[in-house]
């Protein structure tokens, strides 16, 4: 199993910026993957950006040239970073860390929460 923990999340301005921190730890050398999703009130989850070990990337339309995903290795540890420039007020949400594991039974660990408020 893997522990994540969040940090970053706050009230920030349209236009503002924010970057959003997850450090893993536990079972780290199985995960695969890494990223971000957010539950906006009232909408379903999404993922917002995802990398993967080997530094592929991957995000939703609505925050491509807005977002960076980028992920910090150490021998006990994984850090996931989301800077988050241009902040809009959809993009006001909850802000939820994954960890996908791989091997024999893959699954997914989840961070608590940040909660990330965009005002006009």
């Known amino acids: 199993q893997v522990q994540l923990v969040e940090s970053g999340g706050g009230l920030v301005q349209a236009g503002g910026s924010l970057r959003l921190s997850c450090v893993a730890s536990g079972s780290i050398f199985s995960i695969e993957s890494m990223g971000w999703y957010r539950r906006a009130p009232g909408k379903q989850r999404e993922s917002v950006a995802q990398?993967?070990?080997?530094?592929?990337?991957?995000?939703t339309d609505s925050v491509k040239g807005r977002f960076t995903i980028s992920l910090e290795r150490e021998n006990a540890k994984n850090t996931v970073y989301l800077q988050m420039n241009n902040l809009q007020v959809e993009d006001t949400a909850v802000y939820y860390c994954?960890?996908?594991?791989?091997?024999?039974?893959?699954?997914?660990?989840w961070g608590q929460g940040t909660q990330v408020t965009v005002s006009s």
């Open positions: 990398i993967t070990v080997g530094g592929n990337t991957d995000y």
């Open positions: 994954n960890a996908d594991r791989g091997g024999l039974v893959p699954d997914r660990d």
